[in-house]
């Protein structure tokens, strides 16, 4: 965030802060979530970002929204054409803390799927929203969720709409994600600069 500076760290509210950048898409979101948690050893994350939302989730361009439950999503399995493995972890609850102090600064809870490639199909949307309850897509949040699950670290993640999920939404996306990131780093920070409650003590 520009707030950051070039070093991508700085001290806000009290709290020393470091801003990383994880990767574009689940498996280099993951790999490079891993190597930061190695480098930093953070007491929390927070994912910033965009997000697609569903049609009929109630989201608008612009809404900005924190992750309740993050959803690993293949299409094919809501089709009953493929099927995850029964020991592989496709659910992941945020920090319930962190979720609840970023939603009282006015971020809606949600269900976030994570799909291996944007949806660019509208009935497609449609099927993944209705068959796991999730109403935005995101690509990274589950990679980078398990990723502190598996260190122990609390996770949250606040992201604000710049397209609605389907045939239009690349061209949207390409309209608005600057907007859209701003407003997530700003909520962040608004968040930060207000003591960062429910932020886990320190060790």
């Known amino acids: 965030m520009v707030a950051f500076g070039d070093s991508m760290s700085a001290t806000v509210g009290g709290q020393r802060v470091a801003a990383r950048i994880a990767g574009i898409g689940l498996p280099a979101a993951a790999a490079g979530a891993t190597r930061h948690l190695g480098e930093l050893e953070p007491r929390a994350v927070v994912l910033v970002g965009t997000c697609g939302a569903y049609v009929g989730a109630g989201l608008a361009i612009g809404d900005v929204v924190a992750a309740r439950r993050l959803r690993l999503v293949d299409p094919a399995s809501i089709a009953g054409t493929a099927q995850f493995p029964e020991a592989m972890m496709i659910t992941a609850e945020a920090h319930g803390p962190m979720t609840d102090a970023l939603a009282a600064l006015g971020a809606r ?95």
Not at 120 to 133: C, E, K, L, W
Not at 179 to 195: H, K, S
């Open 109 to 203: 809870p949600c269900c976030v799927a994570t799909t291996l490639a944007i949806t660019v199909d509208d009935a497609t949307a449609a099927r993944i929203a209705d068959g796991v309850g999730a109403e935005v897509e995101h690509l990274e949040a589950q990679g980078i969720a398990l990723a502190c699950a598996a260190r122990g670290v609390a996770f949250a993640a606040i992201l604000a709409v710049a397209n609605l999920v389907g045939a239009c939404g690349r061209e949207e996306w390409r309209a608005h994600h600057r907007r859209a990131e701003r407003l997530a780093g700003e909520r962040v920070l608004q968040w930060l600069q207000r003591g960062a409650s429910g932020l886990p003590p320190a060790a």
